[in-house]
Each structure stands twice: as C-alpha cells, then as structure tokens.
T-cell receptor, first 111, second 115 residues
Framework: GAGVSQSPSNKVTEKGKDVELRCDPISGHTALYWYRQSLGQGLEFLIYFQGNSAPDKSGLPSDRFSAERTGGSVSTLTIQRTQQEDSAVYLC?????????FGQGTRLTVV | GNSVTQMEGPVTLSEEAFLTINCTYTATGYPSLFWYVQYPGEGLQLLLKATKADDKGSNKGFEATYRKETTSFHLEKGSVQVSDSAVYFCALSSNSGGSNYKLTFGKGTLLTVNP
C-alpha cells in the first residue's frame, strides 16, 4: 500500500486478556519500529527490526510484550495478560535511509 | 548510546509570536537529524530534516540548523499560527555501531498557539 497500515485502529479488551496488534509497513522498507504513546506523554520506544538482524528489544517494558516480523514485512505486537497501564496508542513506523513513516496507530484500552 | 533531549513543554504562545524549541543530541558518528510533527488527531509526519553539519532544514516556515559544534538542532519559526498547534518531536538517525539508521526520538514538545 501507499503508507503504513495498522490494525485494528481501536481495541478495547478486558484486563488479563491477550491482544495482537498488526502493522503492514511500506513495501521495501527494511526497518520497522513499534512505539507506545500514552496520553500526554511522548514516544516510548518498544522494539526495532532491521532486515534479517536480531531485533532490538531493549524498549519492551516487560516479558508480557513480544513482537515478530514475518518475512521481513508484516509485524505483530503481542501483549499477554493485559493490564490497565498498557492502555495507550501503539504506533508502528517503517523507514528507509533513516526517514520514518508512521501508521495511524492502534488505540488500546484495557478495562 | 544515542539520545535526544528536547525542551519539555507545554509551550503556549500567541499568534505571530516567535517560536524556539530546543533540541540537543548525543550520537556517535555523523547522524541525520529530523523534526517530526503530530497534529491533533493525526499521525506523526516528517516536518524537516538535515543530513550533515551546517545544513538547514526548512518547511512550512519552520527552520532548524544542524550544529555539530553544539550538538543541537533547534526548531524555529518567526511567526506561529494557530494551525501550528501540535506536538513536535526531535529525532536522529545514525548507522554507527551497526544499528543501521535506527531512529531515536526525543520526548516531544506540545505547542499551543492561541489566537
């Protein structure tokens, strides 16, 4: 597609449930990032994929968070046993040559 | 590792005021520098960039100059408008240390411009 696509755009889940967030990057972009943006807060880096290299997972806040990128394209961020503090907008970006293109984000609400 | 520090907001200005949002960075090698903007209800988008020392990025009346000697990339606009109200993020991209152009963002600065 023309841009980075994220789905779903909104997700409401019960505390303790698992959720999966999807990101379709721009075709040909080798780098893919996941960020979290809480209300009134800045961007919190979560994870970074670059080509076939091992991902940089240094930003994942706990072992309940994981992400994978299949075939160097689509990525899925999984949050297990969701907590209320996980409520935020999860942003995906893909990049080439350092310039990032962001998706519209998934707004996750844990109730 | 790389890091970006930008002035914390929120910043509130009147229309036509002069804007400066400070940004300094720490990086190895020769990073590219960016300002991204997030308008209310919209996704982040690139505002301007500079790829080497003394370059000036500019767009929509905003400017920022890559200052290697002070490791800074301050965002400026001579006369802000209400429509400039947004969150502004400073960022750098560096391929040093094998990180392959990994982007590092600042925390963001909320700008509100009042009529």
């Amino acid at each position: 597609g023309a841009g980075v696509s994220q789905s779903p755009s909104n997700k409401v889940t019960e505390k303790g449930k698992d959720v999966e967030l999807r990101c379709d990057p721009i075709s040909g972009h080798t780098a893919l990032y996941w960020y979290r943006q809480s209300l009134g807060q800045g961007l919190e880096f979560l994870i970074y994929f670059q080509g076939n290299s091992a991902p940089d997972k240094s930003g994942l806040p706990s072992d309940r968070f994981s992400a994978e990128r299949t075939g160097g394209s689509v990525s899925t961020l999984t949050i297990q046993r969701t907590q209320q503090e996980d409520s935020a907008v999860y942003l995906c970006a893909s990049s080439v040559g350092g310039r990032a293109f962001f998706g519209q984000g998934t707004r996750l609400t844990v109730v | 590792g790389n890091s970006v520090t930008q002035m914390e907001g929120p910043v509130t200005l009147s229309e036509e005021a002069f804007l400066t949002i400070n940004c300094t960075y720490t990086a190895t090698g020769y990073p590219s520098l960016f300002w991204y903007v997030q308008y209310p209800g919209e996704g982040l988008q690139l505002l301007l960039k500079a790829t080497k020392a003394d370059d000036k990025g500019s767009n929509k009346g905003f400017e920022a100059t890559y200052r290697k000697e002070t490791t800074s990339f301050h965002l400026e606009k001579g006369s802000v408008q209400v429509s400039d109200s947004a969150v502004y993020f400073c960022a750098l991209s560096s391929n040093s240390g094998g990180s392959n152009y990994k982007l590092t963002f600042g925390k963001g600065t909320l700008l509100t411009v009042n009529p």
